[in-house]
């Protein structure tokens, strides 16, 4: 069956403009994970959602990072005014949100920021 | 808070050589303990994981880890490595009471030579 899928793979944007990551869950799966993996910092969660509600954004690194689900399904990540310590590989995530399941790791996508 | 720790960044070892991946990890409460591989250019995928049981937990491929609640440890180890397991290997950790995220250690390079 399908995994998880990310767009786009690639984005490259100047500073001070906002971008969209979006991520498509695997169908069936409740829970929904955001993670930044870039150097020198390993791999940092930002967000969890549990359907469409977010009861964890205890990553997020500033207010310009927010996020949103809907229909329990898709999931976009949005950066405003980005910065140049916002270039990383963003991760998605899902589960099917049962104790100790294994999250499905989507492929990335590759922000940039020049 | 939870932390997880890889104490080696990389690991340099010959084909059919043994390999041990050090994880230590730190926690107040009972912990659900995994390991990801990342082989170049592909996300992330599940290696193995320890909910709970025997402490002594193997993968298709081989590898095996062992949950030393006394030490806070949860070590990989592959008894002979193949040129085909150089990727990036990530101990992770979750509270074993919840679905929330994955917290990550900073990842050891393994890097298999001929």
């Known amino acids: 069956g399908a995994g998880v899928s990310q767009s786009p793979s690639n984005k490259v944007t100047e500073k001070g403009k906002d971008v969209e990551l979006r991520c498509d869950p695997i169908s069936g799966h409740t829970a929904l994970y955001w993670y930044r993996q870039s150097l020198g910092q390993g791999l940092e969660f930002l967000i969890y959602f549990q359907g469409n509600s977010a009861p964890d954004k205890s990553g997020l690194p500033s207010d310009r990072f927010s996020a949103e689900r809907t229909g329990g399904s898709v999931s976009t990540l949005t950066i405003q005014r980005t910065q140049q310590e916002d270039s990383a590989v963003y991760l998605c995530?899902?589960?099917?949100?049962?104790?100790?399941?294994?999250?499905?790791f989507g492929p990335g996508t590759r922000l940039t920021v020049l | 808070a939870q932390s997880v720790t890889q104490l080696d960044s990389q690991v340099p070892v010959f084909e059919e050589a043994p390999v041990e991946l050090r994880c230590n990890y730190s926690s107040s409460v009972s912990v659900y303990l995994f390991w990801y591989v990342q082989y170049p250019n592909q996300g992330l995928q599940l290696l193995l994981k320890y909910l709970s049981g025997s402490t002594l937990v193997e993968s298709i491929n081989g590898f095996e880890a062992e949950f030393n609640k006394s030490q806070t440890s949860f070590h990989l180890r592959k008894p002979s490595v193949h040129i085909s397991d150089t990727a990036e290997y990530f101990c992770a950790v979750t509270w074993s009471y919840n679905t929330d995220k994955l917290i990550f250690g900073t990842g050891t390079r393994l890097q298999v030579f001929p």
């Open positions: 995530a899902s589960s099917l949100a049962r104790e100790g399941d294994e999250q499905f």
